[in-house]
């Protein structure tokens, strides 16, 4: 939409010069020689900037600056006066005018001035639009899938986000622990506060103890200057343990006494301080059975385990590969400036029957790995790792070789299957035209 325009002066020479210089450069505009006339219309249908003459017959500019403001803050007005008001005009100014302009007009000011204000009008316009976006990203847009499955997850971040409660979030290495915690977060009445993440797996006990509860100065040798651990900086706000139970039992211990007292001590420090957090563990391993072996503190796994949240295992939830798939091609591509527009059906048909042990993170991998890989605009078999390679041939060798055009309509119904025949989710997942999915389905009789 072009920008909109207005000038408001009694002299119709001025109207008439800076509305056809305007015009020329690509602005609607539109002339007004009296400021009732302007504001009838001003209320109608908002101006983005106008030039505002100071005196007009039957209105006081400034009365129509403090007006038009009222009406439409995001407007921005650039006032055009004679010498003798100059004071008049920088007055308006400080109370919300953008500039002046003083007669004689010159029309490259008159265009730099437009140029500006309309700049920043739009710089003003993208921040809140940037705003609105940090502000609505509930962090549930991070986690692709339409499955039965992950939907239930999502049903279950949305009820334990507004509950103040710890939660404990278990699933197989890489599918997507992280993002859950960071989604319960940002939809948790702690959202604008800190969310701070540790990984409880591959750390001494001592560092553990440094980062998690922080030390005095002098509290051993080396402790030059007080630290403030991970726990205090998280002060209202969220921690997220990753790998809970790979903590040391003496740090449980330190743990469940956070929990329950809800103070923290600093290590060589005497005087607890009171601390206010929400903690969310994750861990890959079964904590109840680690439980009963007596490798996790029970009355701990009470304190964490308010609420379970379990993820799925990607192949539980097979029906999202597709998107997935897509989702990461889109994104590295991006990333690597590489134009692919494409998967070659024999291709998704491997990813779709591989089982996926390592889960979503693998998927994600193997497609980084064959866009990097790719030499063409589309992801085929060989830019796929060796095993899904040879799970291909293993997969024809079970059934001998067949035609390239049935194994197109073999994967195209089963999207369709999957999909529940909606012929536009499957063209996208196909990544192809609807048209062309139509003609294919025509052509193989599946119409």
Known sequence: MPQRIAIVDDELIV??????????EGYEVETFPQGQAFLERFKQLAFDLVFLDLVLPDANGLDLLVKIKSLNQETEVILITGHGSI????????????????KPLKLKE?????????????????????????DGDDGLNRIVGRSPAIQQVFSM????ASVDCNVLIEGGSGTGKALVAQ???????????????????????????????????????????TKI???????????????????????QVKLLHVIQEKKILRVGGLRPLDLDIRI???????????????QFREDLYYRLNVVTLRLPSLAERAEDIPLLTWHFVQKYSQAFNKPITDIHPQAMQILTSYSFPGNVRELENIIERAVALSDSKQIRVQDLPPDLQRLELNTLEGEGLIPLLELEKRYILKVLEKTNYNKGLTAQILGIPRTTLWRKLKAFGLD
């Not at 004071?87 to 003083?102: I, K, L, N, Q, S």
């Not at 702690?190 to 509290?219: H, M």
């Open 15 to 24: 109207c008439r010069r800076l509305g056809q210089s305007l015009s020329k």
């Open 87 to 102: 004071d008049t005009a920088m007055e308006a100014v400080r109370h919300g005018a953008f500039h002046y302009a003083t």
């Open 110 to 134: 008159i265009s730099h001035l437009a140029h500006t204000a309309l700049e920043t009008i739009a710089l003003r316009r993208e921040n809140a639009r940037l705003r609105e976006a940090i």
């Open 157 to 160: 971040i949305r009820k334990v």
């Open 183 to 225: 989604a319960i977060h940002k939809n948790s009445p702690r959202r604008d506060r800190p969310f701070l993440f540790f990984n409880c797996g591959g750390f001494t006990e001592e560092l553990i103890s440094s980062e998690l509860f922080g030390y005095e100065k002098g509290a051993f040798t080396g402790a030059t200057a």
């Open 229 to 251: 651990g991970l726990l205090e900086s998280a002060d209202s706000g969220t921690v997220f343990l990753d790998e809970i139970g790979e903590m040391p039992p003496s740090m």
């Open 280 to 294: 969310l563990a994750a861990t890959n391993k079964e904590l109840k059975q680690e439980v009963e072996t007596g």
